[in-house]
């Protein structure tokens, strides 16, 4: 049996690799006796010591078996991030990386126009992800511009926090508040955009109920690193602190198997807990499908009835032993969210980072996910955001926009491309939707023309015209704003309504809102990183110029460092022309 510990924090993840291949080479012509002579070992298991649990490994499972997929977006090799270095926005350290990205994201293409006439009704799941920014962020940090498949719009509008005091309208029978401003796009002069934000009620950090949380750790090969194995730690010590005596925790680790590194521990006995975790160090294969299976398993037997029941899986999504599909994935967490126990996932790293597995085995376990680049992002969204990470105040939550064909001749919603459902989807409960933390705040962007605007599509010559006298009791109303969504335990959903008033529309870009000007600046950087036509003409410099004009009381800094990543793009943007 090769045992061997992480080394020391400064060495090359690259001269491991070549440790690691020559000791292999040598056991292969040594034979197999060492594999005999240790027999009674269980390869890649955590074994109990007194103290904790150490990891042993076989050569094996030190072999690294990570290989791309057919699907994978590679690139050359790029700067990457030190995590455990972190400062401040803008003045993040560095290290560099000789190995190929790897990394793998799902394509989802932009929302189409669409003529009101033909196709009134925009029928969409809520969604409250927020990796994509944190991770394009990273890349345009360190010089480099991010993949257009590794940017979600929808994930960027939805990053930040609000910075204005928006009055928003309680909806009636429902866990939500509403509020909603047009104003005439900045890009696009023949444009209105609408901007809608619903936002679910708070929870009293302290009215929290108890929580079982299940820790689900990657301490595979592929985790090495300050950024990854080294950053998860820390990332899960903020949220540690946070714990109550009422609240417990267990802790599934995976390599080339998985092990329980902790059994159900309350968090009144932090000590015991933070020692497991400082006891995590890398190497071996990747069995996350056995990880997840344990991990439901510790959930189930922990489970508090009417309390919080989540798995927190952090990973780099480097699953290569074991159920590793991603379909397989997702057609297990769905099983398993039934029992009432949901999944979110935490992503770090860079090379092989798969972007598209997290994202959608957190949509498949009612969760959310998120992309961890710094201990900043950690402690927003593992101490800031937390009742909005692990309370769920309504599940299954969808919503269904209506246009007036009176007022509206044409919409483009802006992101929400993943989330796209059919019409009738939004009266059938037996389709699942995203799921609404407490106090989460969602932006909706839809980009509309007028009536007496210029259309983008050509009326069509056979299509009869839709009488406006059917809609002159309501011509006051640009769209008709439904929302349906089950209770946190129910099985039926319920139905609240918002109209969405004419008299919304702000004269002018400029005299807009502070949220509808910083989050048209959003929704236009997110869309040139796309490399949206739309965008074309518009510049890195003229986004920067609306976001830093709509900044709003920044006391996270969170807009200030947006305008300062717009910024660096452009210079980017520069270089490479």
Same mark, same amino acid.
């Given at each position: 049996m090769l045992k061997i510990k992480a080394i020391g924090r400064k060495a090359s993840y690259g001269l491991v690799l070549v440790l690691l291949t020559s000791l292999l080479s040598a056991c292969n012509t040594a034979g197999t006796s060492s594999t005999d002579s240790t027999s009674n070992q269980s390869d890649g298991h955590y074994e109990k010591m007194s103290a904790g649990y150490e990891t042993s490994y076989s050569g094996a499972d030190l072999a690294l078996k990570s290989k791309p997929s057919s699907s994978s977006v590679e690139y050359n090799s790029r700067i990457g991030f030190?995590?455990?270095?972190?400062?401040?926005?803008?003045? @993040? /350290? &560095? *290290?560099?990386?000789?190995?190929?990205? =790897?990394?793998?994201?799902? +394509?989802?293409?932009?929302?189409? &126009?669409?003529? $009101?006439?033909? #196709?009134? &009704?925009? =029928? *969409?799941?809520?969604?409250?992800?927020?990796?994509?920014? !944190?991770?394009?962020?990273?890349?345009?940090?360190?010089?480099?511009?991010?993949?257009?498949?590794? $940017?979600?719009?929808? #994930?960027?509008? +939805?990053? *930040?926090?609000? =910075?204005?005091?928006?009055?928003?309208?309680?909806?009636?029978?429902?866990? *939500?508040?509403?509020?909603? #401003?047009? /104003?005439?796009?900045?890009?696009? =002069?023949?444009?209105?955009?609408? @901007? $809608? +934000?619903?936002?679910? +009620?708070? &929870?009293n950090f302290n009215q929290l109920p108890s929580s079982n949380l299940v820790f689900l750790v990657d301490t595979s090969g592929s985790m090495y690193g300050e950024d990854r194995l080294d950053l998860l730690k820390k990332s899960l010590k903020l949220l540690v602190n946070e714990l109550r005596p009422q609240d417990k925790v267990s802790i599934v680790a995976y390599a080339g198997s998985a092990g329980v /590194?902790? #059994?159900?521990?309350?968090?009144?006995?932090?000590?015991?807990i933070l020692a497991a975790i400082d006891k995590f160090e890398a190497g071996g294969s990747t069995a996350g499908g056995e990880g997840l299976q344990l991990a439901y398993k510790m959930a189930e037997r922990g489970k508090v009835n009417g309390g919080i029941n989540r798995i927190l899986l952090a990973t780099d999504g480097d699953f290569n032993v074991g159920i590793n599909s991603t379909e397989e994935l997702k057609a297990f967490v769905s099983r398993e969210k039934e029992k009432g126990i949901t999944l979110s996932t935490l992503g770090f790293g860079t090379n092989n980072f798969n972007d598209a597995m997290m994202v959608q085995i957190a949509d498949a376990g009612n969760g959310n996910y998120s992309y961890i680049d710094s201990l900043e992002e950690a402690q927003k969204v593992l101490q800031e955001e937390m009742s909005a990470t692990l309370v769920t105040v309504a599940k299954d939550v969808k919503a269904q926009i209506e246009f007036n064909p009176a007022q509206v001749l044409e919409y483009r919603q802006i992101g929400y491309e993943k989330r796209q459902l059919k019409q009738e989807d939004f009266n059938n409960d037996k389709v699942d939707a995203g799921d609404i933390g407490a106090g989460k705040k969602l932006t909706v962007l839809y980009e509309l023309t007028l009536a007496g605007g210029k259309p983008s599509i050509d009326p069509l010559r056979y299509q009869s015209k839709k009488s406006?006298?059917?809609?002159? !009791?309501?011509?006051?109303e640009i769209a008709f704003l439904k929302l349906r969504w089950k209770a946190p335990r129910g099985q039926k959903s319920e139905l609240a309504s918002l109209p969405i008033e004419k008299k919304a529309l702000a004269s002018s870009f400029a005299s807009a809102g502070v949220e509808t000007r910083f989050m048209a600046a959003v929704a236009a950087y997110g869309q040139k990183l796309r490399n949206n036509p739309e965008l074309s003409k518009t510049s890195y410099q003229q986004i920067a110029s609306w976001a830093n004009n709509a900044k709003g009381d920044d006391k996270q800094g969170y807009r200030a460092e947006f305008v300062k990543l717009v910024r660096k793009a452009a210079a980017l943007e520069d270089k490479n022309n």
């Open positions: 030190r995590g455990a270095d972190y400062q401040s926005p803008g003045s @993040r /350290a &560095v *290290f560099e990386t000789q190995q190929p990205d =790897t990394a793998q994201y799902k +394509n989802y293409s932009d929302n189409p &126009v669409k003529q $009101v006439v033909t #196709e009134p &009704v925009s =029928t *969409f799941s809520l969604d409250m992800d927020t990796a994509s920014y !944190a991770n394009s962020r990273r890349f345009i940090a360190h010089g480099r511009m991010p993949h257009p498949d590794a $940017v979600r719009v929808e #994930e960027f509008i +939805n990053y *930040f926090p609000s =910075t204005s005091n928006e009055k928003l309208t309680s909806i009636t029978g429902s866990p *939500f508040s509403a509020g909603y #401003e047009l /104003a005439p796009s900045p890009w696009n =002069t023949d444009k209105v955009l609408l @901007r $809608v +934000n619903i936002k679910a +009620n708070d &929870v /590194a902790l #059994e159900p521990t309350s968090g009144s006995n932090k000590a015991k406006a006298t059917a809609t002159n !009791a309501n011509n006051n």
